[in-house]
């Protein structure tokens, strides 16, 4: 997952308040019930503090010593601790020894640990002393010795939970990330199928009315317009393609007849010539109609298993002749025997026009290699002629573009167009390599997972 998707950031979103409603729900009690408990406590001391403050100012010094002893006998409060000391600080009552240090005189209660007569152990010790009239020291507290525990046992038990809480928080995070992805799991898959060129695959229909439904539906709704758009589009191509090639077959049958009745001889080149450019007009327009059809996807219902090793045994033997003529060779590279569904007809053009283009701008050894491959196989046909420069390979690829050394050629620009053309509708990619020295035009065809199209 990248650290800047939207997926990552919800994913964080929803662990950090996953973490911060785990905490306030944690520690958020735990501070109220320290700070009640420390409030009650208070109020117990001070309402211990005023009643002998009361008893002192009825009963004078002894009447106080003695209502002191009666609360620690332990018969009355189990939790008070009480001093009371001359001027001089020496204990007259009470339940502790002495005046705990740094405990002032009048200042708010404060906590200390100390031992109480009769107890074993030191406890936690909500206390304050005041000055009686006289000089008179009387301290009082509450002993919070059991809450603070508690306390301390909360606090443990709400960072072990706080640890589980982070844990949980990441889970949920994950969980609700992975909802959102399965939710957008069929769109995603019928794009690329669609991009793959299986135009009838829909996002199966969704009933609960939410956003990923409205998704998935105005997908749909782009799809069918754009398989209504490529319908129209093969209408149109197939129109055009019966309307050129009509007059243009006629005009090449007028020529024809006109070449068997020239006399003249000097007329007889330009007749010749006119044949030429009739030709490679028809082979254009053939050329660009099936680089239309293929980047459009049609032609996936003319897809039958073949063997790629004797289709490029084949291609090489017919071109052997043309190959031999100019002191050249060509031989192939491939294994025994290698089958896997494609276009039969196109695949055959492609590698056809690659051997051109050797033919014209290539030297020296013509290669053709096969390479199976677990999802499809790897198609390269290179030689050792001067190549085509890094810079220029992307250009190359364009329809109707041309280099500065094709140029001097009859080419329009089309038959690596159309190698890439053939290669999208086989599901695969075009790249141009350096052979070193040379060119390697590489095709990958991977075998389509996504159904055909159906004839329409």
């Given at each position: 997952?990248?650290?800047?998707?939207?997926?990552?950031?919800?994913?964080?979103?929803?662990?950090?308040?996953q973490?911060?409603?785990?905490?306030?729900?944690?520690?958020?009690?735990?501070?109220?019930l320290?700070?009640?408990?420390?409030?009650?406590?208070?109020?117990?001391?001070?309402?211990?503090?005023?009643?002998?403050?009361?008893?002192?100012?009825?009963?004078?010094?002894?009447?106080?010593?003695?209502?002191?002893?009666?609360?620690?006998?332990?018969?009355?409060?189990?939790?008070?601790?009480?001093?009371?000391?001359?001027?001089?600080?020496?204990?007259?009552?009470?339940?502790?020894d002495?005046?705990?240090?740094?405990?002032?005189?009048?200042?708010?209660?404060?906590?200390?640990?100390?031992?109480?007569?009769?107890?074993?152990?030191?406890?936690?010790?909500?206390?304050?002393?005041?000055?009686?009239?006289?000089?008179?020291?009387?301290?009082?507290?509450?002993?919070?010795?059991?809450?603070?525990?508690?306390?301390?046992?909360?606090?443990?038990?709400?960072?072990?939970?706080?640890?589980?809480?982070?844990?949980?928080?990441?889970f949920?995070?994950?969980?609700?990330?992975?909802?959102?992805?399965?939710?957008?799991?069929?769109?995603?898959?019928?794009?690329?199928?669609?991009?793959?060129?299986?135009?009838?695959?829909?996002?199966?229909?969704?009933?609960?009315?939410?956003?990923?439904?409205?998704?998935?539906?105005?997908?749909?709704?782009?799809?069918?317009?754009v398989?209504?758009?490529?319908?129209?589009?093969?209408?149109?191509?197939?129109?055009?393609?019966?309307?050129?090639?009509?007059?243009?077959?006629?005009?090449?049958?007028?020529?024809?007849?006109?070449?068997?009745h020239?006399?003249?001889?000097?007329?007889?080149?330009?007749?010749?010539?006119?044949?030429?450019?009739?030709?490679?007009?028809?082979?254009?327009?053939?050329?660009a109609?099936?680089?239309?059809?293929?980047?459009?996807?049609?032609g996936?219902?003319?897809?039958?298993?073949?063997?790629?090793?004797?289709?490029?045994?084949?291609?090489?033997?017919?071109?052997?002749?043309?190959?031999?003529?100019?002191?050249?060779?060509?031989?192939?590279?491939?294994?025994?025997?290698?089958?896997?569904?494609?276009?039969?007809?196109?695949?055959?053009?492609?590698?056809?026009?690659?051997?051109?283009?050797?033919?014209k701008?290539?030297?020296?050894?013509?290669t053709?290699?096969?390479?199976?491959?677990?999802?499809?196989?790897?198609?390269?046909?290179a030689?050792?002629?001067?190549g085509i420069?890094?810079?220029?390979?992307?250009?190359?690829?364009?329809?109707?573009?041309?280099?500065d050394?094709?140029?001097?050629g009859?080419?329009?620009?089309?038959?690596?167009?159309?190698?890439?053309?053939?290669?999208?509708?086989?599901?695969?990619?075009?790249?141009?390599?350096?052979?070193a020295?040379?060119?390697?035009?590489v095709?990958?065809?991977?075998?389509?997972?996504?159904?055909?199209?159906?004839?329409?």
């Open positions: 997952m990248i650290a800047r998707s939207t997926t990552f950031r919800f994913a964080a979103l929803v662990f950090a308040f973490l911060i409603t785990a905490a306030v729900l944690l520690f958020g009690p735990a501070a109220l320290r700070s009640q408990s420390h409030a009650n406590a208070i109020a117990v001391a001070e309402t211990m503090q005023d009643d002998l403050v009361q008893t002192y100012a009825s009963a004078g010094l002894s009447g106080l010593a003695h209502a002191i002893d009666t609360r620690v006998s332990r018969r009355i409060e189990r939790a008070a601790a009480v001093l009371l000391t001359d001027p001089s600080g020496k204990r007259i009552a009470g339940n502790l002495k005046i705990p240090a740094g405990l002032a005189v009048n200042a708010p209660y404060e906590m200390v640990e100390l031992t109480r007569s009769g107890h074993a152990s030191p406890e936690a010790i909500l206390m304050q002393s005041v000055r009686l009239p006289g000089g008179a020291v009387l301290v009082t507290g509450t002993v919070i010795e059991s809450e603070r525990q508690i306390l301390a046992l909360l606090k443990r038990t709400s960072m072990i939970a706080l640890a589980l809480s982070v844990v949980l928080a990441a949920a995070a994950f969980v609700s990330t992975r909802l959102i992805l399965n939710r957008l799991k069929a769109s995603v898959s019928t794009l690329r199928a669609v991009r793959a060129g299986d135009l009838g695959r829909r996002v199966p229909r969704d009933e609960t009315g939410d956003a990923f439904a409205l998704l998935g539906s105005e997908v749909n709704q782009a799809l069918d317009r398989a209504s758009l490529n319908d129209e589009l093969k209408l149109a191509t197939d129109g055009l393609a019966h309307d050129l090639r009509s007059p243009l077959t006629r005009m090449r049958a007028a020529l024809d007849r006109l070449a068997e020239v006399d003249d001889e000097a007329a007889q080149p330009f007749v010749d010539q006119a044949l030429a450019e009739t030709e490679r007009l028809m082979a254009m327009i053939e050329t109609l099936n680089i239309t059809r293929a980047e459009a996807g049609i996936r219902e003319s897809f039958i298993p073949g063997d790629l090793s004797e289709l490029l045994n084949n291609v090489a033997e017919i071109y052997a002749p043309l190959v031999e003529d100019q002191g050249r060779a060509i031989v192939v590279e491939a294994p025994a025997a290698f089958e896997m569904p494609v276009h039969r007809q196109l695949l055959d053009q492609t590698i056809g026009n690659l051997i051109d283009n050797t033919l701008y290539g030297a020296g050894t013509i053709l290699s096969l390479r199976p491959e677990p999802d499809g196989a790897t198609i390269s046909v030689d050792e002629g001067p420069a890094p810079h220029d390979r992307e250009q190359a690829l364009r329809r109707f573009s041309r280099l050394q094709a140029r001097r009859w080419g329009a620009g089309l038959g690596l167009s159309l190698v890439q053309a053939v290669a999208h509708l086989h599901d695969g990619t075009v790249d141009l390599r350096d052979a020295p040379g060119l390697d035009v095709i990958r065809l991977r075998i389509a997972l996504t159904p055909a199209l159906p004839p329409r």
